[in-house]
């Protein structure tokens, strides 16, 4: 059984869960847990596919795992991966085990025993999206090799690795920014002033990938000086202090170039 919780520690840092076997059962409305569990190098999964998908599965999420490690210069973790049946099954256990995460369609947290989750949902055949798994697996990377990221870091690097590793431009992505005009200024500065937990809506997520993507590209940035800003900070150090001590530049200087860079980038 996945491990579950009674509270998350989110200001400890990374959100972490107590292991309590016996909730699923004494809350009721438990949900449907994965029948099939295979193990490979970086990976304990658990899902319903036949063992033989099931090891294809967890062989391509290992291999994604040691990619994106290998990018980020750390070593692969090994979290648990659970692929619930369906949408309602995934809420129903992320109610029980990270109540921060209840209403995701994916989520990666850690647990008081020392473990490292991964939960996200099936889709036809019985395989999850590979956008949302690739997605919660960079996260799994960061919660394992690095203290908690500002919030557009840790999102816009997981939104970069959707589509695989190495990461690339995503056209829709891209022009959805671009329709954004002048407001992506603003938009920006006030997401890179965002401090850890802080809540980010469908727009802070497009930013976050546009702007971590175009410092990964840009020639006085790339990402070797983006993976400073993984480096652990002073927990009474303001966000956009961080931003500009990382990065040599500050918010607002740095948004004209953004908004440059996004009109003139080719899909």
Do not use: I
């Not at 291999?63 to 070593?75: H, K, T």
């Not at 056209?171 to 002048?182: Q, V, Y």
């Not at 971590?212 to 150090?237: H, I, M, V, Y």
Request: overall charge positive; proline content about 8%; aromatic content about 8%.
């Amino acid at each position: 059984m996945p491990p579950a919780c009674y509270s998350v520690l989110a200001l400890a840092g990374w959100p972490r869960c107590a292991v309590c076997a016996a909730l699923a059962v004494c809350l009721g409305c438990a949900p449907t847990f994965p029948a099939t569990r295979v193990r490979v190098t970086n990976v304990e999964l658990h899902c319903d596919l036949p063992p033989a998908e099931a090891n294809d599965l967890a062989a391509d999420a290992g291999a994604f795992l040691g990619g994106v490690s290998q990018y980020l210069q750390v070593a692969p973790p090994s979290p648990r991966v659970y692929v619930f049946r369906n949408g309602r099954s995934l809420r129903l256990y992320l109610r029980r085990a990270c109540p921060v995460f209840s209403e995701r369609t994916g989520a990666c947290f850690k647990t008081d025993d020392g473990g490292l989750v991964v939960a996200v949902s099936a889709g036809p055949g019985g395989r999850p999206d590979p956008h949302d798994l690739r997605h919660e697996l960079t996260h799994a990377v960061l919660a394992a090799r690095f203290a908690p990221p500002m919030p557009w870091l840790d999102e816009g690097l997981a939104q970069l690795f959707e589509n695989g590793c190495p990461p690339g431009v995503d056209d829709n992505r891209l022009a959805r920014l671009r329709r954004m005009g002048t407001g992506l200024d603003g938009r920006l500065v006030e997401l890179v002033s965002k401090e850890r937990h802080a809540q980010l809506d469908g727009t802070d997520y497009l930013v976050a990938w546009g702007v971590t993507w175009f410092l990964l590209n840009d020639r006085a940035f790339g990402r070797k000086k983006l993976l400073r800003c993984l480096e652990p900070g002073l927990l009474s150090e303001k966000a956009a202090h961080r931003f500009r001590r990382n990065l040599g530049e500050t918010p607002q200087a740095l948004a004209q170039r953004f908004r440059q860079f996004v009109r003139t980038a080719s899909p």
